[in-house]
């Protein structure tokens, strides 16, 4: 007879949100958690509309509809000053329900913001005073050129008139 090392088989029932039985069932038993709180609806809800075959197709059709939307306003929205970066990886976040590619590079573009973080904070505060003035210059650039050609408001020059007139 071939045993299954039980800590095995209890990590991967537990990464599929299910618990090992241990009163001497198989471990093909497996039971579902509970989860609590307003994620537990969610999943629960989510599980339901895949148990059905139309409910899954529907499902992927409006997140991957849901996510195009949110991704396309927030690259919509990078030049400019705001939140484009954040809709965009938000819109990510909404693909992820569903679709593993999305999962993977949200995975991805995190781990790289964490290694962004952890390297700008540990260099000393000369670094990140200039790190942060780089920044400023840069979304000030791009909000004085969003301003000159899409407005046709140039700022730059309305302040040096100001300057001489006065």
Do not use: Q
Not at 64 to 71: F, N, Q, S, T
Not at 135 to 157: E, H, N, P
């Amino acid at each position: 007879m071939v045993t299954r090392d039980t800590s095995v088989a209890t990590r991967a029932a537990a990464d599929r949100g299910c618990e090992v039985p241990v009163d001497g069932r198989s471990p093909g038993a497996l039971i579902p958690r509970r989860r609590r709180g307003w994620r537990g609806r969610v999943h629960s809800t989510l599980d339901l509309i895949r148990a059905n075959p139309t409910g899954r197709v529907a499902l992927k059709i409006f997140i991957g509809i849901l996510g195009a939307l949110v991704v396309t306003v927030g690259i919509a929205l990078i030049p400019l000053p705001g939140p484009g970066w954040l809709l965009v990886i938000a819109g990510l976040g909404v693909w992820a329900v569903e679709f593993h590619w999305a999962r993977r590079l949200l995975a991805f573009t995190r781990r790289h913001v964490n290694s962004w973080t952890r390297w700008v904070t540990s260099r000393s505060l000369p670094v990140r005073f200039a790190l942060g003035l780089i920044g400023l210059v840069f979304v000030s650039v791009v909000v004085w050129l969003s301003l000159k050609y899409s407005l046709g408001i140039d700022v730059v020059a309305r302040a040096l008139h100001y300057l001489a007139t006065h």
